[in-house]
């Protein structure tokens, strides 16, 4: 079963900070209910200008910025932030889907990507990941310890046990990890891993998969009995032995 995602609240205690800034009012709407429905604070902006000025206002703590604007585009209002010094972690939605696009969205300094059409539940995990791993959220209400049989993965400060012995992961490797650990006894596909873990497609490239998938065997299941499952055909899944 999927463990049940943490509350997520600033260091201080108080409600985390989300700035949606899309020209399409009815998505704007979706995205805040969505978001409140965590508790979190949202204000939301309609084009490229009033949202740099909301963003000086509101302080958000994270920022859903669509590309396609009318009057400044996402990509400038990025640029405008980060030349203000503002380090807001921002997640890129648009219509835009080309792997081209994806990763100028990304080198311009964004930290993630999501294309229409999408769900609300995939936005506000990716997200909450945005947050806590700038630091900006903390879990409370519950243990940021996921468990299979004797391996754990603290997703606060990034440890890895197996059999009480630490296991060093790249960050790469962490999150695959984490994606299988929310999802054991669930088989999760190539193209699922590739989306949810790199964030945006190889153009096929599925082998960056079973190599990553290798290096994690080698680190986690060498001289144990294996967690980590091949469903020939199908993708992968981590389980405990029976």
């Known amino acids: 079963m999927t463990n049940p995602a943490p509350a997520l609240l600033r260091p201080d205690g108080s409600n985390l900070r989300v700035l949606v800034v899309d020209d399409e009012q009815m998505l704007t709407?979706?995205?805040?209910?969505?978001l409140r429905m965590e508790g979190w604070?949202?204000?939301?902006a309609g084009s490229g200008f009033e949202a740099l000025q909301t963003a000086r206002d509101f302080e958000p703590d994270a920022m859903v910025l669509d590309i396609m604007m009318p009057d400044l585009d996402g990509m400038a209002v990025l640029q405008r932030l980060r030349q203000s010094g503002d380090d807001v972690p921002v997640l890129f939605l648009t219509a835009k889907d080309a792997v081209t696009d994806r990763v100028a969205g990304l080198t311009a300094g964004g930290d993630d990507y999501v294309t229409k059409p999408f769900s609300l539940e995939e936005v506000v995990a990716r997200l909450r990941g945005l947050m806590r791993r700038a630091g900006t959220a903390h879990a409370t209400g519950a243990e940021p310890i996921l468990r299979v049989a004797d391996l754990s993965l603290n997703e606060d400060s990034h440890e890895v046990e197996r059999a009480g012995t630490e296991i060093e992961l790249t960050a790469t490797e962490f999150e695959l990890l984490r994606y299988l650990?929310?999802?054991q006894r669930r088989v999760v596909s190539k193209a699922q891993i590739l989306d949810r873990v790199w964030n945006y497609d190889f153009g096929g490239r599925s082998s960056v998969v079973e190599l990553y998938i290798s290096y994690l065997r080698k680190k986690i299941d060498?001289?144990?009995e294996p967690l980590i499952h091949?469903?020939?055909g199908v993708g992968y899944m981590i389980k405990a032995p029976q």
Not at 41 to 44: L, M, S
């Open 230 to 232: 091949t469903v020939r």
């Open 41 to 44: 604070d949202v204000r939301t």
């Open 222 to 224: 060498a001289g144990h």
């Open 29 to 34: 709407d979706l995205l805040s209910m969505a």
């Open 181 to 183: 650990m929310r999802n």
